[in-house]
């Protein structure tokens, strides 16, 4: 849930039979979000401007939020978010194992062509970005940990698609036609299929301005089954860079590289098993 709708949830009438845990849990979410976006320490006073929550129950949940030592308070009464709000997962997580595991090749991948590489974990429906070589264009996109880009406009949203059946890509997407984004977005429900069935022949999958005028992307999925992808790695950038010849080259290093990860790497085994597949 993001900061803007726990705010409003905050602020709102309660709902006829919501728990007061669950309201607790929604409200100290949004504390936490608060602090970590803040980057500095938060007196209760600001807390409480920031969350639209009287002073007294932000002290509440800052007391349950420091005995989990996910809150910590200064000698100035000032509270800041703590190692557990910032780096929640063990260094030995399937997720952080993956980041080591593809450290190097990501950064070999961006200084081949100038642009960033990233790599995303598909998390059911979801994508979430585990590791990024940053490129040093002033246009490089921006990237969140968790991408909200649409699946029908975005490389590695196509090659989530391609994890599910027809019917359940179907139900994704919505009804057809698809939110268009710039002139170059494929918004037919039927070239959205054969985009998908291109893409599973090719490797790889291209976003060339379909999703934000001027920035392109190539992608190809880690795959531990035929069917079945863990993840992605992406390159994604300005749009001069991806030339007909040089999406080819990307869409061949990336998916063999993808391919190198699948078969070797300790933490694609490890996120594989984590996700259940």
């Known amino acids: 849930m993001s900061q803007a709708a726990l705010k409003n949830e905050s602020s709102a009438t309660p709902v006829p039979g919501e728990s007061q845990e669950t309201g607790a849990l929604q409200r100290g979410l949004l504390l936490l979000e608060l602090m970590v976006n803040a980057g500095r320490a938060l007196t209760l006073t600001e807390l409480s401007e920031l969350s639209n929550l009287h002073v007294s129950t932000v ?20 509270y800041y978010a ?5 780096l929640p997962l063990s260094l030995y997580h399937p997720f952080n194992v993956l980041r080591r595991d593809s450290y190097e090749t990501l950064r070999t991948l961006r200084d081949r062509f100038g642009v960033s590489c990233g790599l995303s974990v598909f998390i059911g429906t979801q994508r979430l970005v585990v590791e ?75 976003s060339l301005n379909e999703n934000f005028k001027g920035i392109s992307a190539v992608g190809a999925p880690i795959n531990v089954t035929p069917q079945r992808a863990v993840g992605s790695i992406t390159f994604a950038g300005p749009s001069h ?20 990860l699948a078969l070797g790497s300790p933490g694609v085994k490890a996120v594989r098993h984590q996700l259940g597949f």
């Open 59 to 78: 002290h509440r949940l800052m007391q349950t939020l420091m005995q989990s030592e996910h809150v910590f308070r200064d000698g100035g009464k000032r």
């Open 82 to 86: 703590g190692p557990r709000s910032y």
């Open 132 to 206: 990024l070589a940053t490129a040093s264009d002033t246009l490089s996109p921006y990237y969140q940990t968790h991408l909200t880009s649409p699946l029908h406009a975005a490389a590695s949203g196509k090659l989530l698609l391609l994890n599910f059946p027809t019917e359940q890509r179907q139900e994704l997407l919505g009804p057809a036609p698809y939110m268009q984004y710039t002139p170059h977005t494929i918004t037919d429900a039927k070239a959205v299929e054969r985009e998908l069935a291109l893409t599973a022949e090719r490797g790889y999958a291209v």
């Open 241 to 260: 860079f991806f030339t007909a010849d040089t999406v080819l080259e990307m869409g061949t290093l990336a998916r063999q590289a993808a391919d190198l």
